[in-house]
């Protein structure tokens, strides 16, 4: 099943569907409502065919009482029934010509039961036969701002080029609702489950491929098809960034995910020459996913490592030096030219006009210090990219802190990353995010992302030069 031009076009009948129909749709307000909230709250354009053969009517949508009773094309099936049910639904879907449906239900090879592996292989070789395509089961399904699909409510509707694998459903929910935080936007999302037809490695290879698509990221328990998923990692990685979190490489890790979604771990040993021979960019632990996901979206192509630093605590300003050196970065040789300038506006006691620029906390009362300074250093020819930990001293300096730290990152032209300083107004983070200026919560995590993110690009340079 790994014919690319096949698969290709099957995903993208599924991600472009025009037509959701929800099998077992609750009444109440129970789990499976979120999948109708969800598509509804993304202005879904197609038609949504709720089936329950229990009711006539759920929210004001005529309910059908079986698939087969739906009168028009179905393109995607959501099946919120038991397992014990699936089979029939899944026989009824493949018959009606359904192109792909999504197993929400548990139960199946994750048990660790014979009959979970037997009935999920059995709803397999239906699917197959007629050309239908399972996610799942034990999953959300797909999430598609440009078209629609949702598997949660609330995630935003504003399309932007990232996408995501994942197996786990909640984790894809959770990265969905807090992407506008770190201004990240999403072309297409997948939660896979246990993978029992599609997997991973289908849909690198469809997303390696995808105009739409400019990041990959992806938080994986197993690998089902060593071999594909190795090609297919590879292609991929070789078009775009792609951002591995691969879980189940300790043993407590792998006997977690194997109750989670049936998975097979791999030794650690393995996946680190995985990653190595493929290019591919590997994290750990969720911050360091969403910090990566950002950080590959918000950061342009040529990245220089020449870094000039300002901060207003001192303690800061020593840290991020220590940070720049520890992920390979340089500090900027500031030119004397430069250094005088910033004399006439920072105060002369208790800061530091060298790299790391010390502003000292008044700059805090007198936030034109911190712009001053931060005009200056962009302008140095010898800077690449300007690193501000800052913060005014209320909501009111505070909007004017960020306003104006953005256009004059705008009218340099160079990298800013910002950073917060703890404890002080988190919510200063989506407002430069959204602007397109990567937030960071310390020195350490803003150094290390823009260092991951420049040696990707410089080996991508080499490997096109060498074509």
């Known amino acids: 099943m790994h014919q690319t031009q096949d698969l290709t076009a099957q995903l993208d009948a599924l991600f472009h569907a025009r037509s959701v129909a929800i099998v077992g749709l609750p009444r109440g307000m129970k789990t499976g409502k979120?999948?109708?909230?969800?598509?509804l709250d993304q202005g879904f354009p197609g038609r949504i065919y709720p089936v329950n053969p229990e009711a006539e009517e759920i929210d004001g949508l005529k309910v059908y009482p079986s698939v087969s009773a739906v009168p028009d094309q179905v393109d995607l099936a959501i099946l919120l029934v038991s397992n014990e049910q699936a089979r029939?639904?899944?026989?009824?879907?493949?018959?009606?010509?359904?192109?792909?449906?999504?197993?929400?239900?548990?139960?199946?090879?994750e048990t660790g039961t014979a009959e979970g592996r037997i009935l999920e292989e059995e709803l397999v070789r239906i699917a197959r036969a007629k050309?239908?395509?399972?996610?799942?089961?034990?999953?959300?399904?797909?999430?598609?701002?440009?078209?629609?699909?949702?598997?949660?409510?609330?995630?935003?509707?504003?399309?932007?080029?990232?996408?995501?694998?994942?197996?786990?459903?909640?984790l894809a929910n959770i990265l969905g609702r807090m992407a506008d935080q770190k201004g990240i936007r999403f072309s297409k999302a997948v939660s896979l489950g246990n993978e029992a037809d599609l997997c991973s490695a289908d849909f690198l290879t469809y997303l390696g491929q995808d105009p739409k698509t400019g990041v990959i990221a992806a938080y994986l328990e197993n690998i089902k098809d060593g071999?594909?998923?190795?090609?297919?990692?590879?292609?991929?990685?070789?078009?775009?960034?792609?951002?591995?979190?691969?879980?189940g490489l300790t043993p407590e890790g792998g006997r977690a995910a194997s109750s989670h979604t049936g998975a097979l771990s791999g030794a650690r040993e393995i996946?680190?020459?995985?990653?190595?021979?493929?290019?591919?960019?590997?994290?750990?632990?969720?911050?360091?996913?969403?910090?990566?996901?950002?950080?590959?979206?918000?950061?342009?192509?040529?990245?220089?490592?020449?870094?000039?630093?300002?901060?207003?605590?001192?303690?800061?300003?020593?840290?991020?030096?220590?940070?720049?050196g520890h992920a390979g970065l340089k500090l900027a040789e500031l030119s004397p030219e430069t250094q005088a300038k910033l004399a006439e506006f920072v105060p002369p006691t208790g800061t530091s006009l060298r790299n790391p620029i010390?502003?000292?906390?008044?700059?805090?009362?007198d936030l034109d210090i911190y712009f001053e300074s931060a005009r200056t250093a962009a302008a140095d020819p010898g800077?690449?990219?300007?690193?501000?930990?800052?913060?005014g001293l209320n909501?009111?300096?505070?909007?004017?802190?960020?306003?104006?730290?953005?256009?004059?990152?705008?009218?340099?032209?160079?990298?800013?990353?910002?950073?917060?300083?703890?404890?002080?107004?988190?919510?200063?983070?989506?407002?430069?995010?959204?602007?397109?200026?990567?937030?960071?919560?310390?020195?350490?995590?803003?150094?290390?992302?823009?260092?991951?993110?420049?040696?990707?690009?410089l080996r991508q340079k080499q490997l096109w030069n060498r074509v």
């Open 34 to 39: 979120l999948f109708l909230l969800a598509l």
């Open 88 to 109: 029939p639904v899944v026989e009824e879907c493949a018959a009606k010509g359904v192109k792909g449906v999504v197993l929400f239900t548990a139960g199946y090879k």
């Open 131 to 170: 050309g239908m395509r399972l996610l799942g089961p034990n999953c959300m399904g797909l999430y598609c701002p440009e078209t629609g699909l949702s598997f949660f409510p609330e995630l935003s509707r504003d399309p932007g080029p990232v996408s995501l694998i994942s197996h786990s459903g909640s």
């Open 227 to 247: 071999p594909y998923f190795l090609e297919a990692l590879k292609k991929a990685s070789r078009e775009k960034p792609v951002i591995l979190w691969k879980v």
């Open 271 to 324: 996946w680190e020459a995985v990653v190595k021979q493929t290019g591919a960019v590997p994290v750990t632990g969720f911050e360091a996913l969403v910090d990566a996901m950002m950080s590959f979206a918000l950061l342009p192509g040529d990245l220089g490592d020449r870094m000039a630093v300002i901060s207003g605590p001192g303690g800061l300003a020593v840290s991020a030096a220590e940070a720049c």
């Open 358 to 365: 010390d502003v000292g906390l008044s700059a805090s009362l």
């Open 383 to 391: 800077v690449d990219a300007v690193v501000v930990i800052g913060i």
């Open 395 to 457: 909501q009111e300096t505070n909007q004017r802190y960020t306003e104006t730290m953005i256009q004059i990152r705008r009218d340099s032209g160079k990298n800013f990353l910002m950073i917060g300083i703890p404890g002080f107004a988190p919510e200063l983070g989506q407002t430069f995010c959204l602007a397109g200026l990567p937030f960071y919560e310390s020195a350490e995590r803003a150094m290390h992302n823009y260092a991951l993110v420049r040696r990707y690009r």
